[in-house]
């Protein structure tokens, strides 16, 4: 697939309508060559045939023309693209004023210029971005060669200032590095936020910057560095700490505001889910539902991009403490098209909707979520490590019900559809335990001397953070099944 397909294949509704729209402010009478290519590539996707669609558009002598055509289509759908969001990220706007300048420079239409200007640098000012501050006032000093209005002793002072500015962010750059590394090196962190915090501020003294440290800045920027690193590594236990200290820290300061909301929303989702790793369901809804408030803030500014978020908070402390409970946040969610448009949302309803019947012991209810999520066009693209869990999820649930002309015919595809990924040592436990669950449908399973073996040994093969993926913790279900085997 080349990029235009790419392009056009990720476009979601709004901008195809959008883009049709752009479109038909050139009227035709002939049928539009550019539409015909752009709604034949998105119909056609993966199964996109260059040869096909030339040969419908063109002679076989027009080869070139067709290139021209597929060129002026990529054109013509990023300028629609750009119409359409060019205030959506305050960058893209800031850029867009930028070429109003040169646009009206060229023209030598210097108080629009100025004007465009100015809304560039008010712009770049809220949102602290000193390197296009840097382009925009060597603008002013450019114009002011053309406009005596302007006084270009006011910008080069201004420019000075920003480049010491700049020069301390890009030393912000270097300890923030420097802090990453020596978290990721670094083997004698304790269990407390103390040890992490002990670091920070010894590497901003070794690079001898101390007043570094109040800089709200770069205080976002530290808590954005580290945050991402004890996540990676799994710290679970220093992150919370960390989250804890830093969240509060910023919250008495003052220090959110609009233009750093998203980060706020961001810290708290982060808060909540290392609490939840941690086992402090309680608290981690009283954070959900702080997180919950926040998203309102603003007139709502970032409410819909993280409902699923939120949604999500609720659907994992519950699935630890009240199954009932995540059953009906699983249905809100499900209720909602804002949620349930998204493919990926969709899955995640269907699948956590599976296993909570599951663990309630209603296994038809388990079987018929399992299967309408087995059905989306979308579960053939998901990772094969999940849908290989899913299909030996489905095998217990086949298990059971005691349905088990079902379950030899599920077995038998499912050594056939993962054959590879059985091979994987990371996919020993879901081996096993299909090997397990086999055994387990023949008669007198309880003496099968190989059974009980494989199930005195699934506690060392299955994965430790099984729960947290959402899917069935295999020792936990085979001690019900072998109490004597698994004490």
């Not at 910023?250 to 086992?279: A, C, P, W």
């Not at 926040?294 to 009240?322: H, P, Q, W």
């Not at 430790?464 to 004597?484: T, V």
């Amino acid at each position: 697939m080349d990029i235009l397909n790419q392009i056009i294949c990720g476009l979601n509704k709004e901008q195809v309508r959008f883009f049709k729209m752009y479109l038909s402010r050139i009227e035709t009478e002939d049928e539009r060559k550019d539409v015909v290519l752009f709604d034949y590539i998105r119909k056609s996707s993966d199964n996109y045939d260059d040869e096909k669609i030339f040969r419908r558009l063109y002679d076989d002598n027009e080869k070139n023309s067709f290139y021209r055509l597929k060129n002026r289509l990529m054109r013509e759908v990023n300028k629609s693209l750009t119409l359409q969001h060019f205030d959506d990220e305050p960058v893209v706007y800031i850029f867009r004023l930028l070429a109003l300048v040169k646009f009206y420079l060229n023209k030598n239409a210097l108080k629009p210029a100025h004007y465009f200007l100015r809304k560039a640098e008010q712009k770049a000012k809220s949102i602290e971005n000193l390197e296009l501050l840097d382009i925009i006032y060597g603008e002013f000093i450019k114009l002011a060669r053309e406009q005596v209005s302007i006084n270009p002793e006011e910008y080069i002072l201004k420019r000075k200032e920003n480049l010491m500015n700049l020069s301390r962010m890009r030393t912000m750059d270097d300890i923030l590095a420097a802090v990453i590394y020596r978290l990721k090196v670094t083997q004698n962190l304790g269990t407390t936020d103390s040890s992490v915090i002990q670091l920070l501020q010894k590497t901003i003294d070794d690079f001898d910057d101390k007043s570094l440290s109040s800089s709200p800045l770069f205080r976002f920027k530290m808590y954005q560095g580290v945050s991402q690193v004890l996540l990676q590594s799994h710290q679970y236990a220093l992150l919370e700490n960390y989250l804890l200290k830093t969240y509060h820290s910023f919250r008495d300061e003052k220090l959110f505001n609009k233009n750093n909301h998203e980060t706020k929303l961001q810290m708290l989702i982060y808060l909540v889910n290392s609490l939840y790793k941690n086992g402090k369901q309680k608290l981690s809804l009283e954070y959900a539902d702080e997180l919950h408030t926040a998203m309102k803030e603003f007139g709502n500014m970032l409410y819909d991009k993280y409902l699923f978020y939120y949604y999500n908070t609720l659907v994992i402390n519950y699935s630890r403490t009240n199954k009932r409970k995540e059953l009906e946040v699983l249905t809100e969610m499900d209720k909602n098209p804002k949620i349930n448009s998204n493919p990926f949302h969709r899955q995640f309803i269907l699948l956590n909707m599976s296993l909570a019947w599951f663990d309630l012991k209603e296994f038809n209810k388990a079987a018929r979520y399992l299967s309408r999520l087995q059905l989306l066009p979308e579960f053939k693209e998901a990772d094969s490590a999940l849908r290989l869990r899913i299909a030996v999820t489905e095998l217990m649930i086949r298990y059971e019900l005691n349905d088990i002309d079902t379950f030899k015919y599920k077995h038998k595809q499912f050594r056939k559809d993962y054959a590879k990924e059985l091979t994987y040592p990371t996919n020993e436990s879901e081996k096993i335990m299909a090997e397990i669950l086999n055994l387990m449908t023949e008669e007198n399973p309880k003496k099968n001397k190989s059974l009980l073996s494989k199930v005195k040994n699934i506690s060392s093969a299955t994965h430790a953070d099984d729960d947290a993926q959402g899917l069935i913790h295999y020792a936990s279900w085979l001690k019900e099944k072998f109490p004597a085997v698994l004490v």
